[in-house]
């Protein structure tokens, strides 16, 4: 058993007042943990939008307090008593609504339901494992939906909203890896030579994204991953082709959903939702070895380009929200 006095960093979010948020690191022992039957030792985490929310105090995502932040993590069993889970073995941790009503990642230990790690795959380490994370993970789950309404490479393009972000860079990338002519969408021009090297054929900024679209546009897209939401999904249905599916997973452009009936019951438009926060545990196995397997390791690198530690979070967030950031931020718990 671990020394339960072991002291350890981890970020703590309080709320003031009902109305503001403290984010600070603090030192914590492993007897101040919740409840669980595996601890984890801690090595890596990510940057989510909803953990930049949480961190900023700008959204309701914080359902109890106090709360280490953190949706994701990766690491290394050090207790257990979970019959499918062994001291040693590597691990990843996605949803489950942790780093919003259970603690979560930014921290250097946890404790957590063992029901809820996945083994690492084979061609996998901690770092690659979080170099993906949600954020990956969740673009991996919007490919398999589209895959299994039937779009294939030869059906058309594909256009990924958001796609300089976190789950659309992944996005594009699995997507062109797996031949699909993949149309990128980022709202920053600035992020266009990115897209484009992650193997998107074009970018299709403009204006006219702004804009609330007519009920029908002109047909543009087989498919579509969308992690906007708001004007910019309805435009998308307005634009798909006769038949077209969309995988929408993401709201950065707001919750709303400015549309009509038309596109679905005069193009036979499909409008998908993909969640990976509930997703059960033989899908979170199989979806994890489908990334493992078809996200190229080399591009990872481009993705996830920027490493911070637990005392950099709180600028990085801000960063995030504000569109200055680019792929996957990595949370180095331990620099």
Same mark, same amino acid.
């Given at each position: 058993?671990?020394?339960?006095?072991?002291?350890?960093?981890?970020?703590?979010?309080?709320?003031?007042?009902?109305?503001?948020?403290?984010?600070?690191?603090?030192?914590?022992?492993?007897?101040? %943990?919740?409840?669980?039957?595996?601890?984890?030792?801690?090595?890596?985490?990510?940057? !989510?939008?909803?953990?930049?929310?949480?961190?900023?105090?700008?959204?309701?995502?914080?359902?109890?307090?106090?709360?280490?932040?953190?949706?994701?993590?990766?690491?290394?069993?050090?207790?257990?008593?979970?019959?499918? =889970?062994?001291?040693?073995?590597?691990?990843? *941790?996605?949803?489950?609504?942790?780093?919003?009503?259970?603690?979560?990642? @930014?921290?250097?230990?946890?404790?957590?339901?063992?029901?809820?790690?996945?083994?690492?795959?084979?061609?996998?380490?901690?770092?690659?494992?979080?170099?993906?994370?949600?954020?990956?993970? #969740?673009?991996? %789950? &919007?490919?398999?939906?589209?895959?299994?309404? +039937?779009?294939?490479?030869?059906?058309?393009?594909?256009?990924?909203? +958001?796609?300089?972000?976190?789950?659309?860079?992944?996005?594009?990338?699995?997507?062109?890896?797996?031949? @699909?002519?993949?149309?990128?969408?980022?709202?920053?021009?600035?992020?266009?030579?990115?897209?484009?090297? %992650?193997?998107?054929?074009? &970018?299709?900024?403009?204006?006219?994204?702004?804009?609330?679209?007519?009920?029908?546009?002109?047909?543009?897209?087989?498919?579509?991953?969308?992690?906007?939401?708001?004007?910019?999904?309805?435009?998308? =249905?307005?634009?798909? !082709?006769?038949?077209? #599916?969309?995988?929408? &997973?993401?709201?950065?452009?707001?919750?709303?959903?400015?549309?009509?009936?038309?596109?679905?019951? =005069?193009?036979?438009?499909?409008? *998908?939702?993909?969640?990976?926060?509930?997703?059960? @545990?033989?899908?979170?196995?199989?979806?994890?070895?489908?990334?493992?397997?078809?996200?190229?390791?080399?591009?990872?690198?481009?993705?996830?380009?920027?490493?911070?530690?637990?005392?950099?979070?709180?600028?990085?967030?801000?960063?995030? *929200?504000?569109?200055? *950031?680019?792929?996957?931020? %990595?949370?180095?718990? !331990?620099?």
């Amino acid at each position: 058993m671990m020394t339960q006095t072991k002291a350890f960093k981890a970020m703590l979010l309080r709320e003031k007042d009902r109305t503001t948020t403290s984010a600070n690191l603090e030192t914590l022992t492993v007897d101040q %943990l919740p409840e669980g039957d595996t601890l984890v030792q801690i090595d890596y985490s990510t940057l !989510n939008f909803k953990d930049a929310l949480a961190v900023t105090g700008n959204g309701k995502i914080v359902k109890t307090w106090p709360m280490v932040p953190g949706v994701d993590f990766s690491g290394t069993v050090v207790e257990t008593t979970h019959p499918r =889970l062994a001291i040693g073995q590597r691990v990843v *941790l996605t949803g489950w609504s942790v780093g919003e009503k259970h603690w979560g990642g @930014y921290s250097q230990y946890q404790r957590i339901r063992g029901d809820w790690l996945v083994p690492i795959p084979e061609g996998l380490d901690s770092r690659l494992a979080m170099m993906i994370g949600t954020a990956g993970f #969740t673009a991996m %789950l &919007c490919v398999i939906a589209l895959e299994r309404s +039937g779009v294939t490479p030869t059906s058309g393009a594909v256009l990924v909203t +958001g796609a300089g972000g976190g789950v659309g860079s992944v996005a594009v990338t699995i997507l062109s890896a797996l031949g @699909y002519s993949v149309s990128a969408l980022t709202g920053d021009v600035g992020k266009h030579e990115y897209v484009l090297s %992650l193997g998107a054929k074009e &970018c299709v900024d403009g204006p006219v994204w702004k804009d609330a679209p007519r009920p029908l546009e002109a047909q543009r897209w087989s498919a579509a991953i969308d992690t906007v939401g708001s004007n910019v999904l309805a435009r998308v =249905l307005a634009e798909m !082709n006769y038949g077209g #599916t969309v995988a929408a &997973c993401g709201l950065a452009g707001g919750p709303d959903l400015p549309t009509t009936v038309m596109p679905f019951i =005069l193009r036979g438009v499909r409008l *998908l939702g993909v969640d990976s926060v509930m997703l059960p @545990y033989a899908e979170r196995l199989a979806t994890w070895q489908r990334v493992s397997r078809d996200l190229p390791k080399a591009v990872l690198e481009r993705i996830a380009a920027r490493t911070v530690s637990l005392d950099e979070v709180r600028d990085a967030a801000s960063d995030l *929200l504000s569109g200055k *950031l680019k792929g996957r931020v %990595l949370v180095d718990v !331990n620099k």
